[in-house]
């Protein structure tokens, strides 16, 4: 069975950082789209960063310049580090790994910010 295992998130000041990581299991995890999402209380879920096998990174502007993905294939991990948070950056986080029909979520990490 697939999993996707997420770790890292807490509680933190505003302009404080966190690094979030996800390590995959049962997966050719180098062939996978790999990104993070989240969803804040009220909101729709939302793409934050997407980080394809070969290709471009993306980001959603609001957090272009303080947030990094990145992976390790040889730990089947991805990253997400987060810089100069922000209290709007409060939420639940969500690793995700894509790949032709195959879409696999993780169970989610909540990250607050908060003085």
């Known amino acids: 069975q697939v999993q996707l295992v997420e770790s890292g998130g807490g509680l933190v000041q505003p302009g404080g950082s966190l690094r979030l990581s996800c390590t995959a299991s049962k997966i050719i995890f180098y062939t996978y789209t790999v990104g993070w999402y989240r969803q804040a209380p009220g909101k729709q879920r939302e793409l934050v960063a997407s980080?394809?096998?070969?290709?471009?990174?993306e980001y959603v502007d609001s957090v272009k310049g303080r947030f990094t993905i990145s992976r390790d294939n040889a730990k089947n991990t991805v990253y997400l580090q987060m810089n100069t948070l922000k209290p709007e950056d409060t939420a639940v986080y969500f690793c995700?790994?894509?790949?032709?029909?195959?879409?696999?979520w993780g169970q989610g990490t909540q990250v607050t910010v908060s003085s």
């Open positions: 995700n790994a894509r790949f032709e029909l195959d879409d696999f």
């Open positions: 980080m394809p096998a070969i290709g471009t990174i």
